[in-house]
């Protein structure tokens, strides 16, 4: 039995067999496989027809046929010939350089001498010769009312910090004659967390530092602050300090530390007598 295929599927059987696929069969329920198809492949002899009747250049096929075809390249274009140079016009190597610099005097080269260095005096000023041996310092500060200001020394390691506040809160208000509803305390440590060893030995630091904290604490006092200097190094410190420095021109009371009268309220006797001196003359 056989059957005559389509011409879309005998032109496919067509491709396969050229690949090397001998069978490409189609089988329905009815069929078999080993029923013979045949189908009638069409070939044009030409499959890029080409217009008969249009008209021909013939000025630009006699061009075409006597160029020799060089494939892609042809399409490329030719490259101007180099003109040649005399020796005397080419262009001057490295190494002939130096002769035709030194060919011409109109030729003004730039000179490549050395660069002289001078030498430069730097003047290095000496650190400021302060009169003082206070290299560490730890305060406590109490801002009592705006009027009164106690700066009393205490040890490195300190735990009494609410007895001497207490403390420090009696002798204002026995001071002022009045009770103290205003009031800030804080703590000043020098040098704190600086370690340039450098830094450590300057006391100017150490004063303008000291300037700066008392300046911040008595900024809303209207009128000038009563100051109790509290404790030998405080004192000294203070004592120190330029002429010009603000803290000299407070009236000042110099006593023993706050840790000191708390420890020992025998001294508290003498403290409250220069106290009243230094301040009600």
């Not at 389509?6 to 089988?27: D, E, R």
């Not at 009638?40 to 075809?69: C, E, G, H, K, L």
């Not at 080269?109 to 302060?130: C, K």
């Not at 021109?249 to 530390?257: F, K, L, M, W």
Request: net charge negative.
């Amino acid at each position: 039995m056989s059957r005559e295929l389509p011409p879309q599927q005998a032109f496919q059987t067509h491709c396969l067999a050229q690949m090397g696929v001998v069978s490409w069969l189609s089988i329905d329920k009815n069929e078999s496989a080993t029923d013979s198809v045949s189908g009638t492949v069409f070939m044009p002899v030409q499959p890029w027809p080409i217009d008969i009747d249009a008209p021909s250049n013939s000025s630009f096929a006699d061009s075409y046929r006597d160029q020799p075809s060089a494939g892609f390249r042809s399409a490329e274009p030719i490259p101007a010939p180099m003109p040649k140079l005399s020796p005397e016009e080419k262009e001057p190597l490295v190494h002939n350089l130096r002769e035709q610099l030194n060919a011409g005097p109109e030729i003004i080269v730039e000179d490549l001498q050395p660069i002289e260095e001078l030498a430069v005096d730097i003047v290095v000023e000496p650190d400021p010769t302060l009169n003082t041996q206070i290299t560490r310092l730890n305060i406590h500060a109490y801002a009592l009312s705006n009027k009164l200001l106690i700066l009393s020394d205490v040890p490195q390691v300190f735990t009494q910090a609410e007895d001497i506040e207490r403390l420090a809160l009696k002798m204002g208000q026995a001071l002022l004659k009045q009770p103290i509803d205003e009031w800030q305390g804080s703590a000043f440590t020098w040098p704190g967390q600086l370690r340039n060893p450098y830094f450590l030995n300057r006391t100017d630091w150490l004063f303008g530092a000291l300037e700066s904290y008392v300046g911040r604490l008595v900024k809303d006092f209207p009128e000038t602050p009563w100051l109790v200097l509290a404790g030998a190094q405080i004192t000294q410190l203070v004592e120190d300090l330029p002429p010009e420095s603000f803290l000299k021109q407070y009236p000042t009371a110099h006593i023993v530390s706050l840790s000191e009268l708390y420890r020992i309220p025998e001294l508290r006797k003498d403290a409250w007598q220069v106290m009243q001196s230094s301040f009600f003359r």
